[in-house]
């Protein structure tokens, strides 16, 4: 398995963990030169949104991921963490609304976490 999928999974394990809402992923491979996967999720408010910001960056480090640039801080509504192949996007329900990446990004195939196999 190429080490993009591997992260991804380690990313949705870890929202998945801390309750994260309506988890999609989105192969932007081949439309985009600045990742490989977004990984997009719902908190329901900003303590919880943190909460899912530690674990994923957690347990991509200990996957060997490197966080490279993170967006948003725990007053924010949406958090941004770029570790280049993937980047991970954790919205308020709001935001998620308002900015709408899977509609942005549609031409990106979204796929079910169990084909990463």
Do not use: C, P
């Not at 988890?23 to 985009?32: K, T």
């Not at 408010?45 to 957690?58: G, I, P, T």
């Not at 490279?68 to 308020?92: A, C, P, T």
């Amino acid at each position: 398995m190429e080490r993009a999928a591997e992260f991804v999974k380690v990313a949705y394990s870890a929202l998945a963990a801390k309750k994260g809402e309506d988890i999609r992923v989105l192969d932007i491979r081949g439309i985009s030169v600045i990742s490989d996967y977004f990984v997009i999720a719902t908190g329901g408010n900003s303590s919880q949104l943190e909460a899912m910001k530690d674990e994923v960056d957690e347990q991509l480090g200990k996957a060997g991921a490197t966080l490279k640039q993170i967006e948003g801080n725990r007053n924010s509504s949406w958090i941004l963490m770029d570790y280049g192949e993937i980047i991970v996007h954790i919205f308020s329900r709001d935001d998620r609304l308002f900015y709408n990446l899977e509609r942005i990004w549609g031409d990106g195939k979204e796929i079910d976490i169990e084909e990463l196999g």
